[in-house]
């Protein structure tokens, strides 16, 4: 798996999101994690995990797996595809305690033998991740097939528009670009947004903010632009697809194109 992962990044078909993560923690603080565990008592209504088994399909940095192991989790397992996403989730790991009830490891939402093999889950959360696997209604179907009865699937994907075929052709141009070229087209990206806040009056040198979720603009900006594999839906095919899975809709937050709509279901 590592090497065809090398492969298709090599080839500019798929984006390398562990290395980003790992230099986005560079910058983390405690504002971060903070704002993580803020973030999911609001979206679950839950104050704590405790006694109950959570699952972070596809950990990236491993911010959020911190904020479920901080909020009591009894049982926590972090996996990613990308062993850079891992070796950052691991460092989470560390800055915990290396606690015995949190697990790192290194896997494909994709394969549903390994997913399976993992056992039933009270919250099965998966944020702007199951559109990057290159086989997205699969990658959905196995983290809905992890979600214990009276359990909790909360996922986020990207919105459907469009403008996607000009996105995707984005997205391309950014991976098969040489690393000038990347940062040429990260630099357009910036000094469009720093024109923007002019027009806003707001000082343009200040447009590396922190965003929702933790990451900051330029790691934000480069996940945008880099994130191949890229797949899209709406509430309507998200919803549908999961109650024909036993799933019941509890609320979405539906966002412009560009932007993740997040979904929240129970198993009844």
């Not at 009276?150 to 528009?161: E, N, V």
Request: charged letters at 20%; aromatic letters at 12%; proline letters at 2%.
């Amino acid at each position: 798996m590592d090497n065809q992962y090398q492969e298709e990044i090599n080839k500019g078909t798929r984006f390398a999101f562990g290395q980003n993560w790992k230099n986005f923690l560079e910058t983390l603080d405690d504002e971060v994690l903070v704002k993580a565990a803020k973030d999911i008592r609001e979206w679950t209504g839950l104050e704590s995990f405790t006694g109950k088994r959570v699952i972070d399909i596809g950990s990236g940095s491993g911010v959020h797996s911190y904020a479920f192991h901080t909020m009591g989790a009894a049982e926590l397992l972090s996996f990613d595809y990308d062993n850079n996403s891992v070796e950052a989730t691991k460092r989470m790991l560390e800055k915990a305690g290396s606690p015995q009830n949190w697990k790192v490891m290194q896997g494909s939402a994709l394969d549903s033998n390994f997913t399976s093999s993992l056992g039933k889950f009270d919250m099965v959360y998966s944020w702007g991740v199951l559109h990057h696997t290159g086989n997205m209604w699969d990658a959905i179907n196995n983290a809905v097939m992890a979600v214990a009865p009276g359990g909790l699937l909360w996922i986020a994907i990207y919105q459907k528009g469009p403008q996607f075929q000009a996105d995707l052709k984005l997205k391309q141009r950014y991976n098969s670009a040489s690393p000038m070229g990347k940062k040429m087209m990260e630099w357009t990206w910036i000094s469009k947004l720093m024109a923007k806040r002019v027009l806003a009056g707001k000082n343009p040198f200040t447009w590396n903010e922190k965003v929702e979720r933790g990451m900051n603009v330029y790691h934000d900006i480069i996940d945008w632009l880099g994130g191949l594999p890229y797949e899209v839906a709406d509430q309507k095919e998200i919803t549908l697809f999961c109650e024909q899975r036993g799933l019941v809709f509890i609320k979405a937050n539906v966002v412009n194109e560009g932007g993740c709509s997040s979904y929240l279901f129970k198993k009844a």
